[in-house]
C-alpha cells in the first residue's frame, strides 16, 4: 500500500457489454491514488466515464480489470467505507426527513435507538433542525439536498462520493451548499476523510478541491492531475482562482479533448460522436464571435453566456469540429470559414454549412451515398442507428441519430419523416 493511501486503483479498465461480442471501452490504464484528507474532484467531458468511475470507487460498477483497494485490501463488492450522493437527490416521498435520513444506516449493526440518535444529530449538522418530520416534497430542493447528504454522512464514511450534487439547484442553493459543506468539512464537523466530486463545472472543482483529475479521451483515462494550491475560503475573482480556471479550459478544450471524442471506424471511416447542439446555437455563437472581432479565452466567454462547461463545451466542439473555429491554449477564434459564416445569409449559410458538414463529418456522407443508392432515396432510421449501435450505447445512438437528422435538414442535404421513421432525400436537395 503506499503511504497513507486510502483508496487506490490499479490498471483499472472498464468495458460495457453490448451483448454479442461487441464491447464499448469506456474507460482504460486507471492508476489513482487517493490519501485521506483529499478533496478530489473528477472533471471531464459529458459521456467520458465520470459517474462510472466513481461508481467504480464506490463498488456500485465492476470493473472488467484491474485492482481497487481500500486500505490496503481489495474489495470487489460495494466499498465499506463510502457513501454516495447523487444529483437527483434519490430520496423516498413517502418517507420522513428522518426515516430518509436513517437509510443510510440501514446495513449497519446498531440498535433503532442508537440510529435515530445519529440521524438526529446528522440532521443537526447539516442545517435541518425542526425539519425531522417534514416529507421530501414540503422542501426546497436545496433542502433535499441536505437530506441526500445527510443520509450519506450519517454513516460516518471515510469516504463521501458525489456524483454532480449541486447541479440541480439554482444558483444561489448551490452556492450555499457548497460553503456549507466546505465549513463542515475543514472544521471537521464530519468525520469523513476524504471527498470525491464528480463535476462538469471547472469553476466548482476550482472552488471546492484541493485536487482534480481531468477524465478524458476515449476510452477515458487520467490525462490531468493537479493540486489546487490556493487557500480556502476562495473567491473566484482573485487572478490566482481564474489563473486555474483557465488552465483547465485550455486543458479540457486541447486537441486530445475535442478529437479522440467517441470515434468508431466503419469500412475505414472515422465516425466521431458528435457533440449535441442544435444548429441555431451555433450560429448563434458565431455571430456572437465575430462580433467579438477577436481571440477569446474560453473561460471568459462561458462566464459571458452565464453557462456551465458541460453546456457549453458542444457548442465549441461543434463549431470546431465543422472548422468553423479554431481552439488554442484556450482560446477560440475563428477560421475563415466561420468568419464568411457569420457574415453570410441565411441562404449561404445553408451553403457553407452544407460544405462544412461533408468535408468534417464523414458519416453524413455515408448517410447520403445510402440514400442515393436507393431508387426511392429512403432509408429507415433503424439502418443508420443500427450502423451505429455497435459502438455507442442506445442513448448515444438515439442522440446521434437525432443531432445529425437536425444538422442534415439544417443543411437541407436530406430530411426525416416521423411517420415512416424513415430518411430520405429531398427532389431538391444534393443535385
Ligand atoms: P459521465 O458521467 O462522464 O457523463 P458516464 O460514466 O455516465 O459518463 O458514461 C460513460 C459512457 O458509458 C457513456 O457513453 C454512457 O453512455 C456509457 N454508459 C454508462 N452506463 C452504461 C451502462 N450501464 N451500459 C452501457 N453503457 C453505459
Ligand atoms: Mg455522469
Given at each position: 500500500?503506499?503511504?497513507?493511501?486510502?483508496?487506490?486503483?490499479?490498471?483499472?479498465?472498464?468495458?460495457?457489454?453490448?451483448?454479442?461480442?461487441?464491447?464499448?471501452?469506456?474507460?482504460?490504464?486507471?492508476?489513482?491514488?487517493?490519501?485521506?484528507?483529499?478533496?478530489?474532484?473528477?472533471?471531464?467531458?459529458?459521456?467520458?466515464?465520470?459517474?462510472?468511475?466513481?461508481?467504480?470507487?464506490?463498488?456500485?460498477?465492476?470493473?472488467?480489470?484491474?485492482?481497487?483497494?481500500?486500505?490496503?485490501?481489495?474489495?470487489?463488492?460495494?466499498?465499506?467505507?463510502?457513501?454516495?450522493?447523487?444529483?437527483?437527490?434519490?430520496l423516498?416521498?413517502?418517507?420522513?426527513v428522518?426515516?430518509n435520513v436513517?437509510?443510510?444506516?440501514?446495513?449497519?449493526?446498531?440498535?433503532?435507538?442508537?440510529?435515530?440518535?445519529?440521524?438526529?444529530?446528522?440532521?443537526?449538522?447539516?442545517?435541518l433542525?425542526?425539519?425531522?418530520?417534514?416529507?421530501p416534497?414540503?422542501?426546497?430542493?436545496?433542502m433535499q439536498?441536505r437530506v441526500g447528504?445527510g443520509r450519506?454522512?450519517?454513516?460516518?464514511?471515510?469516504?463521501?462520493?458525489?456524483?454532480?450534487?449541486?447541479?440541480?439547484?439554482?444558483?444561489?442553493?448551490?452556492?450555499?451548499?457548497?460553503?456549507?459543506?466546505?465549513?463542515?468539512?475543514?472544521?471537521?464537523?464530519?468525520?469523513?476523510?476524504?471527498?470525491?466530486?464528480?463535476?462538469?463545472?471547472?469553476?466548482?472543482?476550482?472552488?471546492?478541491?484541493?485536487?482534480?483529475?481531468?477524465?478524458?479521451?476515449?476510452?477515458?483515462?487520467?490525462?490531468?492531475?493537479?493540486?489546487?494550491?490556493?487557500?480556502?475560503?476562495?473567491?473566484?475573482?482573485?487572478?490566482?482562482?481564474?489563473?486555474?480556471?483557465?488552465?483547465?479550459?485550455?486543458?479540457?478544450?486541447?486537441?486530445?479533448?475535442?478529437?479522440?471524442?467517441?470515434?468508431?471506424?466503419?469500412?475505414?471511416?472515422?465516425?466521431?460522436?458528435?457533440?449535441?447542439?442544435?444548429?441555431?446555437?451555433?450560429?448563434?455563437?458565431?455571430?456572437?464571435?465575430?462580433?467579438?472581432?477577436?481571440?477569446?479565452?474560453?473561460?471568459?466567454?462561458?462566464?459571458?453566456?452565464?453557462?456551465?462547461?458541460?453546456?457549453?463545451?458542444?457548442?465549441?466542439?461543434?463549431?470546431?469540429?465543422?472548422?468553423?473555429?479554431?481552439?488554442?491554449?484556450?482560446?477560440?477564434?475563428?477560421?475563415?470559414?466561420?468568419?464568411?459564416?457569420?457574415?453570410?445569409?441565411?441562404?449561404?449559410?445553408?451553403?457553407?454549412?452544407?460544405?462544412?458538414?461533408?468535408?468534417?463529418?464523414?458519416?453524413?456522407?455515408?448517410?447520403?451515398?445510402?440514400?442515393?443508392?436507393?431508387?426511392?432515396?429512403?432509408?429507415?432510421?433503424?439502418?443508420?442507428?443500427?450502423?451505429?449501435?455497435?459502438?455507442?450505447?442506445?442513448?448515444?445512438?438515439?442522440?446521434?441519430?437525432?443531432?445529425?437528422?437536425?444538422?442534415?435538414?439544417?443543411?437541407?442535404?436530406?430530411?426525416?419523416?416521423?411517420?415512416?421513421?424513415?430518411?430520405?432525400?429531398?427532389?431538391?436537395?444534393?443535385?
Amino acid at each position: 500500500m503506499s503511504k497513507h493511501a486510502l483508496i487506490e486503483l490499479k490498471n483499472v479498465q472498464k468495458k460495457w457489454d453490448m451483448g454479442g461480442n461487441a464491447t464499448i471501452p469506456v474507460l482504460t490504464n486507471i492508476n489513482l491514488t487517493i490519501r485521506a484528507g483529499e478533496f478530489l474532484a473528477i472533471l471531464g467531458p459529458s459521456g467520458s466515464g465520470k459517474s462510472t468511475l466513481l461508481r467504480i470507487i464506490a463498488g456500485l460498477t465492476p470493473v472488467s480489470s484491474g485492482e481497487i483497494i481500500y486500505l490496503g485490501k481489495e474489495y470487489h463488492g460495494v466499498n465499506p467505507g463510502a457513501a454516495m450522493v447523487f444529483q437527483s437527490f434519490a430520496l423516498f416521498p413517502w418517507l420522513t426527513v428522518l426515516e430518509n435520513v436513517t437509510l443510510g444506516l440501514e446495513s449497519k449493526p446498531i440498535a433503532d435507538d442508537e440510529k435515530k440518535e445519529k440521524a438526529l444529530h446528522i440532521i443537526d449538522v447539516i442545517g435541518l433542525d425542526g425539519f425531522e418530520n417534514a416529507y421530501p416534497k414540503e422542501l426546497s430542493g436545496g433542502m433535499q439536498q441536505r437530506v441526500g447528504l445527510g443520509r450519506a454522512l450519517v454513516s460516518d464514511p471515510d469516504v463521501l462520493l458525489m456524483d454532480e450534487p449541486f447541479s440541480a439547484l439554482d444558483v444561489l442553493t448551490a452556492e450555499n451548499l457548497r460553503r456549507d459543506l466546505l465549513k463542515l468539512w475543514r472544521d471537521k464537523k464530519i468525520p469523513t476523510k476524504t471527498i470525491i466530486m464528480v463535476t462538469h463545472g471547472i469553476e466548482e472543482a476550482v472552488y471546492m478541491a484541493d485536487r482534480i483529475i481531468v477524465v478524458s479521451g476515449n476510452p477515458a483515462r487520467i490525462n490531468y492531475d493537479m493540486q489546487v494550491t490556493l487557500p480556502h475560503c476562495r473567491d473566484k475573482k482573485d487572478p490566482l482562482f481564474t489563473n486555474f480556471v483557465d488552465k483547465l479550459y485550455s486543458l479540457m478544450m486541447k486537441k486530445e479533448h475535442i478529437e479522440t471524442h467517441r470515434v468508431i471506424t466503419v469500412k475505414n471511416r472515422e465516425i466521431a460522436m458528435i457533440p449535441q447542439v442544435s444548429a441555431g446555437a451555433l450560429t448563434g455563437f458565431l455571430e456572437f464571435l465575430k462580433d467579438l472581432n477577436k481571440k477569446t479565452d474560453l473561460y471568459k466567454l462561458a462566464d459571458r453566456f452565464m453557462m456551465d462547461s458541460e453546456d457549453f463545451f458542444p457548442i465549441v466542439e461543434g463549431t470546431t469540429l465543422l472548422k468553423f473555429t479554431k481552439v488554442t491554449d484556450g482560446d477560440i477564434e475563428l477560421t475563415p470559414e466561420g468568419i464568411l459564416f457569420a457574415q453570410a445569409s441565411v441562404l449561404e449559410r445553408k451553403k457553407l454549412f452544407r460544405s462544412q458538414l461533408i468535408q468534417h463529418v464523414p458519416f453524413i456522407n455515408k448517410i447520403i451515398a445510402i440514400l442515393q443508392s436507393k431508387s426511392n432515396k429512403r432509408m429507415s432510421i433503424e439502418f443508420f442507428e443500427d450502423i451505429l449501435t455497435n459502438s455507442f450505447s442506445p442513448t448515444e445512438v438515439q442522440k446521434h441519430m437525432n443531432i445529425l437528422i437536425t444538422w442534415g435538414r439544417y443543411a437541407e442535404l436530406f430530411a426525416y419523416d416521423e411517420k415512416s421513421k424513415q430518411l430520405y432525400l429531398e427532389d431538391t436537395t444534393n443535385s
